[in-house]
T-cell receptor, first 118, second 114 residues
Framework: AQTVTQSQPEMSVQEAETVTLSCTYD???????LFWYKQPPSRQMILVIR??????QNATENRFSVNFQKAAKSFSLKISDSQLGDAAMYFC???????????????FGKGTHLIIQP | SAVISQKPSRDICQRGTSLTIQCQVD?????MFWYRQQPGQSLTLIAT?????????ESGFVIDKFPISRPNLTFSTLTVSNMSPEDSSIYLC???????????FGPGTRLTVL
């Protein structure tokens, strides 16, 4: 079974600065998907960014980018120009490319609470 | 993406009762999922609900406790049966879009069991 580890329970960053959230995972599969989700106090899960493992190029979405190191099984999220609205829990998630059973579901890390200091 | 709604948004229930949570999507989707998020914890997959087949439950979750219906491609329900305080959680549905490569989540149902 796959596991996802987020080793930083909480991170704090000054507004307008850059912060990097860490995520590592364990899998024996060669192809899979990785995601970062954001959960603000409203509890709505919001997709931030996704990465296909077969793509070498790191995904970017505006101020959000990832550093995907497949050999190291590492998938960190970089948030540039941090804004107050970025304050939330951030979850890293893994999805197999296999189908059937629970393989289509997401395996989540425990999350990192991001605090933005004004 | 997809627009997903859940009802109720929150509820407070008595021990031993049951609650049915509804999940509605604005477009037809093959795959729907139900997750549980216990207080201060991450999300855990309860089951996968595909239209036209029985739901597939993850280890630790059973149909008698969490029966699921999937009558069509835009709707699903999750029932939490014979509730105890340990069932107090946020329950979220999600849908797979683009061949289920990406999942989008509903707003969640916050359940408190007294």
């Amino acid at each position: 079974a796959q596991t996802v580890t987020q080793s930083q329970p909480e991170m704090s960053v000054q507004e307008a600065e850059t912060v990097t959230l860490s995520c590592t995972y364990d899998t024996s599969e060669s192809d899979y998907y990785l995601f970062w989700y954001k959960q603000p106090p409203s509890r709505q899960m919001i997709l931030v960014i996704r990465q296909e493992a077969y793509k070498q190029q790191n995904a970017t979405e505006n101020r959000f980018s990832v550093n995907f190191q497949k050999a190291a099984k590492s998938f960190s999220l970089k948030i540039s120009d941090s804004q107050l609205g970025d304050a939330a829990m951030y979850f890293c998630a893994y999805r197999s490319t296999n189908s059937g059973g629970g393989a289509d579901g997401l395996t989540f890390g425990k999350g990192t609470h991001l605090i933005i200091q004004p | 993406s997809a627009v997903i709604s859940q009802k109720p948004s929150r509820d407070i229930c008595q021990r031993g009762t049951s609650l049915t949570i509804q999940c509605q999507v604005d477009s037809q989707v093959t795959m729907m999922f139900w997750y549980r998020q216990q207080p201060g914890q991450s999300l855990t997959l309860i089951a996968t609900a595909n239209q036209g087949s029985e739901a597939t439950y993850e280890s630790g979750f059973v149909i008698d406790k969490f029966p699921i219906s999937r009558p069509n491609l835009t709707f699903s329900t999750l029932t939490v049966s014979n509730m105890s305080p340990e069932d107090s959680s946020i329950y979220l549905c999600s849908v797979g879009v683009g061949g289920a490569d990406t999942q989008y989540f509903g707003p969640g149902t916050r359940l408190t069991v007294l």
